[in-house]
């Protein structure tokens, strides 16, 4: 099985409707992190948590929220979604301070139309 | 300006061929230097990561920093068909925060 996973791997919505996106991992890391990816404009750090009450904005936090329900799991969410939105998303996890090394989910593709 | 700077490419190249794949950053604060290798509909892996200046080999991968310069380069010799990814190339202060900054990508194709 697969050290991290997200769910759903694809999705399609509507503007204004709200979204959650979900990453659980196995690893026993404690520091998680969301991000975007989008042709031409690479990885973008949304959100990073280094446990369940530590939360960080990343580079570009606006029109999304996170919640870190376990250490296990970190949730990501588009209260209303817009059509620039649509990216792909990927759930990482690092452990201790190894920073260089992180381990990505296997992204969710998310369409808002 | 975004702090590592990657051409996208793409670049295609025939099996066998020496590839090289090179990024430019801005901040001389950064330590650590990676390359990621994405796979098509994949999330990254961690290919090679570099501390400091200097040379590191893995097999047919060599990545190279040079600090002075602020250039960081990925060769890969003899390659091979699954080869065929995005290469992100990422830098760190080092530090806790495990902010990475990316680069965008360069798309290689090898063609067999």
């Known amino acids: 099985d697969a050290d991290v996973t997200q769910t759903p791997r694809n999705r399609i919505t509507k503007t204004g409707k709200r979204i959650m996106l979900e990453c659980s991992q196995t690893?026993?890391?404690?520091?998680m992190y969301w991000y975007r990816q989008d042709p031409g404009l690479g990885l973008r750090l949304i959100y990073y948590?280094?446990?369940?009450?530590?939360?960080n904005k990343g580079e570009i936090s606006d029109g999304y929220s996170v919640s870190r329900q376990a250490q296990a799991k970190f949730s990501l969410s588009l209260e209303s979604a817009i059509p620039n939105q649509t990216a792909l998303y990927f759930c990482?996890?690092?452990?201790?301070?190894?920073?260089?090394?992180?381990?990505f989910g296997p992204g969710t593709r998310l369409t808002v139309t | 300006q975004k702090e590592v700077e990657q051409d996208p490419g793409p670049l295609s190249v025939p099996e066998g061929a020496i590839v090289s794949l090179n990024c430019t950053y801005s901040?001389?604060?950064?330590?650590?230097f990676m390359w990621y290798r994405q796979y098509s509909r994949k999330g990254p892996e961690l290919l090679m990561y570099?501390?400091?200046?200097g040379n590191k080999e893995d097999g047919r991968f060599t990545a190279q920093v040079d600090k002075s310069s602020k250039y960081i380069s990925l060769f890969i010799r003899d390659s091979q068909p699954s080869d065929s990814a995005t290469y992100l190339c990422?830098?760190?202060?080092?530090?806790?925060?495990?902010?990475?900054?990316f680069g965008k990508g360069t798309k290689l194709s090898v063609k067999p």
């Open positions: 901040n001389s604060a950064f330590q650590y």
């Open positions: 948590s280094f446990d369940v009450k530590d939360i």
């Open positions: 690893k026993g890391h404690d520091r």
């Open positions: 990482a996890t690092i452990e201790g301070e190894r920073s260089y090394e992180q381990y």
């Open positions: 990422a830098s760190d202060y080092g530090g806790s925060q495990g902010n990475l900054i």
């Open positions: 570099t501390y400091s200046s």
